[in-house]
């Protein structure tokens, strides 16, 4: 069983910053995809940046340029930079780890961290 925690949400201003961590029971190298979704009030959960096995990394069109990941492998620990923050940045932002096991996609989910950009 993998275990993901993040951490590192909370209430700011527009224009804001925060990082979020997210710890992992395992390693992270190696894994088919490991990133950040985020889920708004009323909204489908989208991506917004992940680590590909590929060795690139893929970002939502809107936070392009403002947020950053970045990983430790030696602390199993992905981070998500978030610069100039805006109110619609507002959700719960999800860690998730992808793996391929014998063909079948499993996807792991933490709990979430609330995020909140008031204007």
């Known amino acids: 069983q993998v275990r993901l925690v993040e951490s590192g949400g909370g209430l700011v201003q527009a224009g804001g910053s925060l990082r979020l961590s997210c710890a992992v029971s395992r390693s992270i190298f190696n894994v088919n995809a490991m990133g950040w979704y985020r889920q708004a009030p009323g909204k489908q959960r989208e991506l917004v940046a992940a680590?590909?096995?590929?060795?690139?990394?893929n970002y939502a069109d809107s936070v392009k340029g403002r947020f950053t990941i970045s990983g430790d492998n030696a602390k199993n620990t992905v981070y998500l930079q978030m610069n100039s923050l805006k109110p619609e940045d507002t959700a719960v932002y999800y860690c998730?780890?992808?793996?391929?096991?014998?063909?079948?996609?499993?996807?792991?989910w933490g709990q979430g961290t609330q995020v909140t950009v008031s204007s």
């Open positions: 998730n780890l992808r793996r391929i096991v014998a063909g079948v996609e499993i996807n792991y």
């Open positions: 680590f590909i096995s590929s060795g690139s990394t």
